[in-house]
């Protein structure tokens, strides 16, 4: 399988003397759902940033065997897509991302066909159509983690997803629309996604979808063997 992502050295600080992490390495393989595990404050979130190219860290993350800077920022981002948490920090409107993350792409395609097969999904999901013309901020935390969800699906430009608590904010029903989706996304041979890092701090939801088990800290990252059913 091929490697998509190497983290090599990876180390990142909160300011000049507080690490946060250092000395992750590890790779990301075709058909890897990564669960990254670690305690609250341990660094996840940053390492999906750092992977995405959106925080500064020391150390080398390469995308398929390469510098990530090879496609440019906003290119590459389109590529290792890192949907947040809280989606609600984003400017403007959920139509206004898809918007501008189309212009990004390298591939030719309309950004209205994306946002089209984005609401298709969302509606799946429960998601009224108008949702995507309201302010992020005035979305409800469900909501604006489903649209965001969506918009990456339907851009369908990731190869790699990175996953920050997709769910959180989600009753069972709809997370479990969620998972299934995105782990037939990841089957699907129509799909250009070929893995993803996922962060949850459900032990359900990690046994659920994950393959791999990687567990950080200050010092490092260690794979874990499979989550034992309780
Ligand atoms: N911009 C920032 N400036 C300073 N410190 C930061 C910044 N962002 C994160 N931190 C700190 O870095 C550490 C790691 O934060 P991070 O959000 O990556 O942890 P996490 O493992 O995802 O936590 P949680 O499980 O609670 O979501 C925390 O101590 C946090 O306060």
Redesign the pocket.
Known sequence: MAKLIEARNVACK??KEHI?FSRLNFDVNERDIIVLQ?K????????LKCIAHLNVYDGEILYRGRCTMFLGVPAFRTRVFYVPQRPALLPGTPRNFMATVTSFQSRKSTSESDLALAMEISRGWGVDDELWDRNWTSLSGGEAQRIALAAAMGLNTAEVLLLD?PTSALDQHSTKLVEEFILNDLRSQQSGLKAIVW?T?SEEQARRVGNRFLQISASGCEEEPLIPEP
Do not use: V, Y
Not at 40 to 47: D, F, I, N, P, R
């Open positions: 909160k300011d946060i670690g609250s404050g341990a660094g996840k979130t940053t390492l608590e962060i701090h």
